[in-house]
């Protein structure tokens, strides 16, 4: 069950260390399938093709499909730099991928001539998905605060929530960052209701986070991308979290598109607009947004075609005209001044350089 302490979006298959294994997350939420990653290159079309999203998992699975390389190569190390260069042009918004990657990269460069090599990367994998959900959880914690603070001034009545995109427990290896909070209010017993927007083009809230949700037995509600304004209009939104891709150190956020409206429609209403942000996910080198964030443009066919299924049979149906073009940018950008926070596994701050160094001093050099 997803936000249940036995739930992973990515593993090592047991008794067969040969093979990792995903949850194929363009069937949901009508098939639940277990798909096998046996080479890197599988890695890289789980990546490039969706079957993982999510900036933490798609960092996880960039981690294992490098011990995949590794683990098939006469040469681990040159394996695995072989592998990094083509995992690095998978996608390019998510800084957690390249995050990944360097990680394991580090590894290599430190021990490539250790014969344990291949054990040791496999162990930085998995060190990667333990990490992962203790950020969860710490985000879960933190973020939960909010809601708490939002039920006792409503008197215990129903808080509800906005989402947008799956920052749920199938963007990471568990809880997720946006949903985080929301399962911890579940066990703590607050009464929270979730609008989830369908997420176009790819709909990963219709399939992803309601298929969460409901599994969880969270109470939600599916609104179509333009219905959020309205509800906030009408005072039936009272917090946004949302999560993330790529941060700034300034705090501007990259997210799915469509992110940045529904900022502009929380600041127009006075409503809290939030993000769970991982801080495997801050780009400590950029400060702009709007400039520096590459933004990938997907597939026209995510726009022109919508999958589902029909009397148990899958199918994709067109919807436009042949001779319609198209653009498909993935994310957008909300500057830091219409985010009223960052919930990190460290606490939660202000969406600024100064708000994030306050937690992350550390990386005041960089």
């Not at 067969?16 to 277990?34: A, K, M, W």
């Not at 918004?93 to 090599?117: H, S």
């Not at 809290?272 to 520096?292: H, K, Q």
Request: hydrophobic residues 40%; contains cysteine.
């Amino acid at each position: 069950m997803p936000g249940g302490e036995d739930f992973r979006t990515i593993w090592l298959k047991p008794d067969d260390p040969s093979v990792v294994q995903i949850i194929d997350q363009r069937l949901l939420p009508h098939e639940y399938r277990i798909h096998d990653l046996t080479t890197w290159q599988d890695g890289v079309e789980a990546i490039s093709d969706m079957y993982v999203r999510g900036a933490p998992l798609i960092g996880a699975t960039a981690a294992w499909s490098l011990y995949l390389a590794a683990l098939h190569a006469s040469s681990p190390a040159d394996g695995v730099r072989e592998a990094a260069v083509t995992l690095l042009a998978s996608r390019p918004t998510a800084v957690n991928l390249r995050w990944g990657v360097e990680r394991i990269l580090r590894i290599v460069d430190a021990a490539q001539d250790d014969p344990r090599l291949i054990e040791l990367i496999r162990a930085d994998a998995q060190a990667i998905c333990d990490e992962d959900i203790e950020i969860s959880r710490g985000i879960g914690e933190h973020g939960v605060t909010l809601l708490e603070a939002i039920s006792k001034k409503k008197n215990g009545g129903t808080v509800n929530v906005l989402t947008h995109c799956n920052a749920g427990a199938l963007a990471t290896i568990n809880w997720g960052t946006a949903t985080a909070p929301i399962y911890f209010a579940q066990q703590r017993g607050i009464d929270v209701h979730v609008w989830v927007d369908e997420t176009r083009p790819r709909n990963q809230g219709s399939q992803l986070t309601a298929w969460e949700l409901a599994e969880s037995g969270v109470p939600h509600t599916l609104i179509v991308d333009n219905a959020g304004g309205h509800l906030m209009q009408h005072g039936q939104v009272d917090i946004v979290i949302t999560g993330t891709d790529r941060t700034t150190r300034c705090g501007d956020v990259a997210n799915k598109i469509g992110t940045y409206l529904k900022a502009l429609a929380a600041h127009d209403n006075g409503i809290p607009f939030y993000v769970g942000l991982p801080s495997t996910t801050i780009d400590w080198t950029s400060r702009d947004g709007v400039a520096e964030i590459p933004i990938e443009e997907r597939d026209a066919a995510e726009v022109t075609d919508v999958p589902g299924v029909h009397d148990g049979a899958r199918l994709t149906v067109r919807t436009t005209g042949s001779d319609t073009p198209v653009s498909n940018p993935a994310f957008d950008v909300t500057p830091a001044r219409l985010v009223t926070g960052l919930i990190t596994e460290r606490g939660i701050c202000e969406a600024s350089e100064d708000g994030l160094l306050g937690l992350f001093p550390e990386k005041a050099s960089m």
